[in-house]
C-alpha cells in the first residue's frame, strides 16, 4: 500500500506538497470554530496540477477540498483528506478597463483585485468586511455580498464567465462557445440532470416563486437555486451553481466578473435612535432617499467599541436599548451628493433621533466610522473569556419584521446566558450578524449552543420565514438546516445536483449537503489555553495578507495553530509527536519570522505575534548568549566600529576577487552574507555639524552609520543635512552618535537585557543633547524610530520620563511635514517606485511618505503587493530564502512601473529589493536632495 507520499509524488513536485505534522496541523483550522486535520497539504501551480489532483483523489477514494484565504466561518476550508491551498500559485489578475470587467485566479484577494481596479475608478461588486483577506475563490463560492452591494452586485449577479475543472478531471470555460456542445456530450448525465431539475421548477408555480421570493434579499443556504431559472444552457446553469457553491461541485480556476462605479463622492454618518424599533423604522425612508449603506448597531454593540478614541461625550451616555445606523451614501460628482444630502436631511426631521445628523464628507471622519462597525466583532473577541470560540453566525429577516425579529433574538441572548452578545449588520438589506462567545470543552456546553441554534432556526425560519445565512455560506453549521428552510422538495434538488457534479461525493463533504442532523456540532474546535497572544486570537486569517514568511513557511495565524497543537499534545503526553512538532516549529514558526509587527495592523484583536516570537527566542537563549549580547551592547561603539571595518575590508576584497573564499568559510556562521555582501559598503564617515541655534538633533542610525549601498556620491547624513540647509533648518549631529544605538538588533533576536541597556543609554544622550527634550529627534531609520517609540514605553524611573519627554520624529515625517513646504522644487517627470517600509506603515506615515515622494516625482508609484521585505534588521541575511518570499509579488508589480529608481527610509530593506531586482533602492531624502532648487 503506497504511502501518502508515494502517492503524490507521482503527480506534484516534492515542493508542491507536504505530509510534514507542521503544515497538516497549522493548516487544519480556517476561521470557523470546526477542525480535521489533512492527510496532506496540496499546493497545485496549474490546471492540469488540479486536473491530476482530481484523477488520483477519485481513483484513492481521498476527500478534497480546496482553499484560498481561509477566512470562511462555517467551516468551508477543512479536511481530512488532502487540503487544497491555492493561496500560493493563482493569484493572476486582468483587468479590462474598456469592457469595466476583470478576470481573477482564485487566489488573489479582493482588496488586491480593488487595488489594481482604482487607477480605472472601478471595483468589484461584493464588498465584505474581510475583502482584504478573503480571496477570489471565496468571495466566489460562498456568492459573498457586504455593506453596499446588496443582492444587485453581488458575486452571483456580477460573474460573467467561469473556467472550472469537475471532479472527473474535465475542464470547461463558458468563454469558450465550443464547451457548450461538449458540456453537452462529456458530461450528459450531469447536463441532463440539470435541464430535467429546471424543468421541475418550472412547472411547480409554487416552487418557482419559492426561489424568486428568497432571492429578492440576501441568501446563502444551499445552492443557488436561482441559476436554475435564471438560465437555461446547462452549461450557464452549473457556472452559477458554482457560485455559493462553496467548493463542493468544482474547482473554480478562474473567473471573469463585471466591475462597478467605484463612486469618488461620499458622506456618511452616525445617527442614533432611542431603541431598535425606531432605527429600523428609519430603514425604508433612508434607503428611499438613496443611502448607500445602512448599517445597524444595537446598544451592546455600540458599548463594546466606546472605548475607542475620538468618540462624541455623548457616547457613552446613551440609553439602554439605543440604537445607531451608519448611514452613507455615493455618488459620481459633488452636486449629486448634495441632492442625496438634502433629501436626507429631509426624511431626518421625520425620525426621532437621539442627536442631530451631522454628515462628513471628510475622509477621515468617514474611515473613522466604519472602523467603529468593523471594530465590533473584534472586539467582543478581543475581551472574551480565556477558551472561549468567537462564533458570528449571519441571517436575515424582512426589513418590515426586523425589529421584532431582533428583540426575539435578544431574548434567546438572555435565555441562553449569551450576555455579551451583540448584534450589528446590514440593515437595508436585512441582514443581521450576531456574535456570542462559547466554550466548547464540554459536553453541556455544545448542549447549551445547540439548543439555542435550534431556535434560532425556529425563530428565523418559522416565524419570520427569513434565512439563515445572508452571506457567509452555509457550511456546516447551517448544513443540517436547509431544509427546514427550504423545504423537503427544494432540499431534494439540491442532493441531486451535488450527485450529479460529484456522484462519490469527494469534493468538500460535509459542506452543504450533509447527512448528520448534528453537523453543527460536529468535528468542534479545541482552543487550549497557552499564551496571552495566542489565547486572544480567534483564527480569521486577516493577518495572513501581510505577513512575509506566508509563501516561505507559516502565517501568524498558522504560528498560532501550531503553538495550540502544541500545547495540546503536551497535555495528551505525546511525547513523540511533540518533539517533531517542536522541531519543525523551530524554523517555521521562529527563526523564519521577521517580527515586523505587520499582522498586528490587520489583526481583529491587535495580536503582534512577532512580540510573542520575540518572547519565545529570548526564552531559548542560554547565559553564554545572553552575557555574549551584553557584552556587545556595553560595548557597542567598538561593535559598531567593528563592523563598519569588516564591511569595508570585504568589499575591498570583493574587487579583488577575493570575497568568494571568504565567504565560503562564513557560509555555515551567516548563510545568506555571501551573496548579500556584494551590495554591502562601509558608510563614509559622520560629517561634522554643530550649528549655534539647531532646531532638531539628528539621530542617524547604526545602520547607517556603518553601511551603505549604492553608488550615491553623497552619504545619507550629508543629504539630510544638505537638504534641511537648503529649507533653512539646521541639525545637530552630536559628538558622541557613534556609540549609540535604539536597542533593535538586539530586541528583534529576543535579547531583551541588551536592548533594554542600549535603549536607556539613548534616551540619557538624548536628554543632554536635546536640552531635557526641548529640540526634537529626527531619525533617518524608520524602523529604530518605531523601535524607539515602542521600546520606550517599557523603560524603568528614571528613563521613562526622560524619554516620554522627547520629540522623536521619523525622517519621513520631518521631511515631509517641516522641510518639504520650504523648499522650491523642480520634481523629476520619470517613474519611481516607493517601498513604505513596515515601519512607516505601524508609524502611520504611509500618506506622508507617498505625499512626500510625489512633491519630488508626481509619478511615484507603491507597487501592488508592497510590504515587509522580510529583511527585519539582518533576519533576511541569516534567511535570505524569506527576503525572496516576501519581496517577489512586490518586485514584479514594480518591473511593470518601468523604473530604475526606488525609494524607502529603511536602509537594509533598500539593500534586500535592490538586490532582488534591476531596481537600485536607496533612502527618500535622495530624491528630495536631488529636486531641491537652489
Known amino acids: 500500500m503506497p504511502t501518502t507520499d508515494q502517492l503524490l509524488q507521482q503527480i506534484l513536485p516534492a515542493t508542491q506538497f507536504s505530509t510534514r505534522l507542521i503544515d497538516r496541523i497549522s493548516y487544519a483550522s480556517d476561521a470557523g470554530f470546526y477542525q480535521l486535520i489533512p492527510q496532506a497539504v496540496l499546493f497545485p501551480a496549474t490546471v492540469e496540477d488540479v486536473q491530476r489532483i482530481f484523477l488520483l483523489a477519485q481513483q484513492q477514494s481521498v476527500p478534497v477540498v480546496f482553499r484560498a484565504g481561509g477566512t470562511s466561518l462555517s467551516g468551508q476550508a477543512i479536511t481530512d483528506g488532502w487540503l487544497v491551498d491555492i493561496s500560493k500559485h493563482w493569484r ?58 446588496g443582492v444587485k452586485d453581488n458575486s452571483y449577479h456580477t460573474i460573467e464567465h467561469v473556467h472550472f475543472v469537475l471532479p472527473d478531471g474535465q475542464r470547461y470555460h463558458t468563454a469558450d462557445a465550443s464547451d457548450y456542445e461538449r458540456f453537452l456530450q462529456e458530461q450528459s448525465t450531469l447536463a441532463t440532470t440539470l435541464s430535467e431539475l429546471r424543468q421541475q421548477i418550472l412547472n411547480n408555480d409554487a416552487l418557482l416563486q419559492r426561489i424568486r421570493h428568497k432571492y429578492l434579499t440576501k441568501n446563502t443556504v444551499g445552492y443557488s437555486l436561482n441559476a436554475l431559472v435564471d438560465y437555461e444552457h446547462p ?33 456618511a454618518a452616525m445617527l442614533y435612535f432611542p431603541n431598535l424599533y425606531e432605527a429600523c423604522s428609519a430603514i425604508v425612508p433612508l434607503k428611499e432617499t438613496g443611502a448607500e449603506a445602512l448599517e445597524l448597531m444595537d446598544r451592546a454593540s455600540l458599548k463594546s467599541v466606546e472605548h475607542l478614541p475620538g468618540l462624541p461625550d455623548f457616547f457613552t451616555q446613551l440609553p439602554d436599548g439605543a440604537a445607531a445606523l451608519l448611514c452613507e451614501y455615493q455618488t459620481e460628482d459633488a452636486a449629486a451628493l448634495e441632492s442625496l444630502l438634502c433629501n436626507a436631511n429631509n426624511a431626518l426631521q421625520q ?31 478581543a475581551v472574551r473569556q480565556r477558551g472561549t470560540t468567537v462564533i458570528l453566525e449571519d441571517i436575515t429577516f424582512p426589513v418590515a419584521k426586523l425589529a421584532d425579529g431582533l428583540v426575539d433574538l435578544q431574548q434567546l441572548f438572555t435565555k441562553y446566558g449569551y450576555h455579551n452578545a451583540i448584534i450589528f449588520g446590514h440593515a437595508k438589506d436585512g441582514n443581521i450578524h450576531f456574535v456570542i462567545t462559547q466554550l466548547l470543552d464540554t459536553e453541556s456546553e455544545v448542549q447549551r449552543y445547540d439548543a439555542f441554534m435550534r431556535e434560532v432556526v425556529s425563530l428565523v425560519v418559522n416565524k419570520y420565514d427569513g434565512a439563515l445565512k445572508g452571506e457567509h455560506g452555509t457550511g456546516r453549521n447551517m448544513a443540517p438546516f436547509i431544509e427546514a428552510e427550504w423545504g423537503s422538495e427544494a432540499y431534494r434538488i439540491m442532493q441531486q445536483i451535488k450527485q450529479a457534479a460529484d456522484p462519490k461525493g469527494l469534493l468538500n463533504p460535509g459542506v452543504i449537503i450533509n447527512s448528520s442532523k448534528q453537523a453543527h456540532i ?69 527563526d523564519t519570522c521577521a517580527t515586523d509587527g505587520l499582522c498586528a495592523t490587520d489583526c481583529p484583536v491587535d495580536i503582534n505575534t512577532g512580540e510573542l516570537v520575540k518572547r519565545l527566542r529570548h526564552e531559548q537563549h542560554d547565559k553564554m548568549g545572553n552575557a555574549i549580547a551584553g ?92 537638504v534641511c540647509r537648503q529649507a533653512g533648518v539646521q541639525l545637530l549631529m552630536p559628538e558622541g552618535l557613534s556609540s549609540q544605538c535604539c536597542g533593535q538588533p538586539f530586541s528583534s533576536k529576543g535579547y531583551v537585557g541588551a536592548s533594554q541597556q542600549l535603549l536607556q543609554e539613548a534616551v540619557t544622550a538624548l536628554w543632554q543633547w536635546t536640552d531635557k527634550g526641548r529640540l526634537p529627534v529626527v531619525c533617518d531609520f524608520s524602523s529604530c524610530t518605531y523601535t524607539f517609540l515602542q521600546n520606550g514605553k517599557h523603560l524603568p524611573e528614571p528613563y521613562l520620563q526622560q524619554w516620554r519627554q522627547l520629540q522623536m520624529l521619523d525622517s519621513v515625517a520631518f521631511l515631509q511635514q517641516t522641510v518639504l513646504p520650504k523648499l522650491q522644487l523642480n520634481p523629476k517627470q520619470e517613474p519611481v517606485v516607493l517601498h513604505p517600509a513596515c515601519a512607516v506603515t505601524k508609524l502611520g506615515l504611509n500618506d506622508a511618505f507617498v505625499q512626500l515622494a510625489k512633491a519630488c516625482a508626481p509619478k511615484a508609484e507603491v507597487p501592488a503587493g508592497a510590504g515587509c521585505c522580510g529583511m527585519a534588521g539582518d533576519r533576511g541575511f541569516l534567511v535570505p530564502e524569506l527576503v525572496e518570499g516576501a519581496t517577489a509579488q512586490e518586485l514584479k508589480s514594480a518591473a511593470q512601473i518601468q523604473s530604475r529608481e526606488g525609494y524607502s527610509s529603511s536602509t537594509t530593506c533598500e539593500l534586500a529589493l535592490s538586490h532582488h531586482s534591476d531596481i537600485q533602492y536607496k533612502h527618500i531624502v535622495y530624491l528630495l536632495d536631488e529636486v531641491k532648487g537652489e
Open 351 to 381: 425620525l426621532p433621533l437621539l442627536h442631530p445628523a451631522a454628515f462628513t464628507t471628510q475622509e477621515k471622519e468617514r474611515s473613522f466610522y466604519w472602523k467603529l462597525r468593523k471594530g465590533m466583532f473584534p472586539s467582543v473577541g
Open 92 to 149: 493572476g489578475i486582468q483587468v479590462h478597463a474598456a469592457k469595466q470587467a476583470v478576470t481573477v485566479q482564485p487566489g488573489i484577494t479582493g482588496g488586491m483585485v480593488n487595488h489594481y481596479l482604482k487607477k480605472h475608478s472601478q471595483k468589484i461588486g461584493p464588498d465584505p468586511a474581510s475583502i482584504n483577506a478573503a480571496m477570489m475563490g471565496g468571495i466566489i463560492s460562498n456568492n459573498a455580498s457586504g455593506m453596499c452591494c
Open 235 to 267: 452549461l450557464d446553469i452549473f457556472a452559477h451553481l458554482l457560485v455559493g457553491g462553496e467548493g463542493t461541485l468544482a474547482f473554480i480556476a478562474e473567473a471573469t466578473l463585471r466591475t462597478i462605479a467605484d463612486k469618488p463622492f461620499k458622506a
Open 522 to 590: 460536529e468535528h468542534l474546535k479545541d482552543l487550549p489555553q497557552v499564551e496571552q497572544e495566542v489565547d486572544k486570537c480567534i483564527e480569521c486569517g486577516f493577518c495572513e495578507v501581510n505577513c512575509p514568511s506566508r509563501d516561505v513557511t507559516m502565517t501568524p495565524r498558522r504560528r498560532i495553530v501550531a503553538r495550540r497543537a502544541l500545547q495540546r499534545l503536551q497535555q495528551q503526553d505525546q511525547q513523540q509527536l511533540l518533539k517533531e512538532l517542536r522541531s519543525s516549529f523551530q524554523y517555521d514558526g521562529l
Open 631 to 722: 557584552w556587545m551592547a556595553h560595548h557597542f561603539g567598538f561593535v559598531a566600529a567593528t563592523a563598519r571595518f569588516g564591511i569595508a575590508a570585504l568589499s575591498l576584497l570583493d574587487k579583488v576577487k577575493l570575497v568568494s573564499g571568504i565567504s565560503r568559510g562564513m557560509r555555515k556562521i551567516f548563510p545568506g552574507m555571501p551573496v548579500w555582501m556584494h551590495g554591502l559598503k562601509a558608510a563614509k564617515r559622520l560629517p561634522k555639524t554643530n550649528p549655534a541655534q539647531p532646531d532638531a538633533v539628528y539621530f542617524s542610525s547604526c545602520i547607517n552609520r556603518v553601511m551603505a549601498h549604492g553608488d550615491e556620491p553623497k552619504s545619507l547624513q550629508q543629504s539630510m543635512l544638505d
